[in-house]
């Protein structure tokens, strides 16, 4: 019967090719084309799910999110084909500026400053959109975004807006259009500050 | 990974458990000793086997020709060796009438002699084999795991 070395190299080679240098290989000889061809290409072993269904078209271009390798997936690669809803993304999200989105979570615990210490050792920045629109999570529509309730984000605010976040004209002044729908969401915003 | 973890907790129960078994089938003798028994009934049944008749000489001598090392690994793993030679010359012999009966007798003595010797060894293969098979699926796998894990790192870092 086949000795242990025997197998042991056979089975580490096996490995190595179809889980490290096939994919590799596979990323290498694609890179520079915007469609692959139909058929199994090996860096589908490196799948950690489905795309979710409004992105299934891109199935067979990992480079278009995916665009540098040992590059965290960045803004960039969504805003390719996300760009007339730019300002409807910005006003999803209050037209805020990434950093001002990061001060509004809640402060981190101990483990989400670990993480976060491993994450900006391998460069991989905070407040990118896949952070939230998480991908590869199933073949169905994609998972809503966590913290979908405002106050999931805009939370102990109590303790971080001290001095001057209590009547409604400080959150007048945050929206764009003072309509009486901007007025009855500012009324409301107040009534959650003033409450937290 | 399962099948590495399977495979040495297997390990890990006949290593616990094995080798008591292995020191009892012994009674103090080494394999090689096992090995000097059997062979020196060998010499004893192929004087003893003269006096008899050609119809019940050849399965004696079967039974001589035999190694005890014979079998593939499912004779080697479970114990049951069906095609025995000393088993089958020592049917053939208790049944016979054809030679003088003091010397099938004798030859007949002999072979069951031969047979607990035979069945000694094979128990203390047996163990051993229960004790070593498992490593032939562990090692493979684990050096399998190791470039796998490899692999994955990379890979992880790769399509961040």
Redesign the interface.
């Known amino acids: 019967?086949?000795g242990?070395r025997m197998?042991?190299?056979?089975?580490?080679?096996?490995?190595?090719l179809a889980?490290?240098i096939g994919?590799?290989w596979a990323?290498y000889s694609y890179k520079s084309v915007d469609e692959r061809p139909d058929g199994y290409h090996a860096?589908s072993a490196?799948l950690s799910g489905p795309l979710s269904s409004a992105h299934a078209s891109l199935k067979n271009d990992?480079q278009s999110c995916?665009v540098e390798?040992?590059?965290?997936?960045t803004d960039k690669a969504c805003v390719g084909c996300h760009t007339g809803e730019h300002k409807m993304m910005s006003m999803a999200h209050a037209n805020a500026p990434t950093a001002m989105l990061l001060a509004a979570r809640h402060p981190p615990g101990v483990g989400e400053r670990i993480l976060d210490g491993f994450a900006k050792t391998?460069n991989?920045p905070q407040g990118r959109c896949v952070e939230c629109h998480t991908e590869h999570e199933g073949a169905g529509p994609m998972p809503a975004t966590p913290q979908k309730f405002c106050a999931d984000c805009h939370d102990g605010m109590s303790a971080r807006h001290t001095s001057f976040c209590v009547t409604g004209s400080h959150a007048v002044s945050h929206w764009p259009a003072p309509s009486s729908f901007g007025g009855a969401i500012s009324g409301f915003f107040a009534t959650l500050i003033a409450r937290s | 990974m399962m099948l590495v973890i399977l495979s040495g907790l297997y390990g890990v129960i006949v290593y616990a458990t094995l080798p008591q078994a292995l020191s009892n089938n012994r009674e103090q003798m080494t394999q090689m000793q096992m090995l000097e028994a059997i062979r020196a009934f060998d010499r004893q049944l192929h004087s003893a086997a003269q006096p008899l008749t050609a119809a019940d000489t050849a399965p004696v001598l079967a039974a001589l020709d035999e190694d005890p090392f014979a079998g593939g690994i499912g004779a080697r793993l479970s114990g049951r060796y069906p095609d025995c030679a000393t088993a089958a010359a020592l049917r053939t012999l208790s049944l016979s009438n054809g030679s003088d009966g003091g010397a099938r007798e004798k030859v007949v003595g002999l072979l069951k002699q031969k047979q607990a010797a035979l069945r000694r060894l094979r128990q203390h293969l047996r163990i051993r084999g229960l004790l070593e098979i498992w490593l032939y699926v562990h090692v493979p796998l684990t050096f399998a795991l190791i470039a796998a894990l490899s692999a994955h790192i990379i890979s992880v870092f790769f399509y961040w």
């Open positions: 019967m086949p242990k197998g042991a190299w056979a089975f580490g080679v096996l490995m190595l889980f490290l994919p590799i990323w860096d490196w990992c995916h390798p040992f590059v965290a997936v391998f991989k």
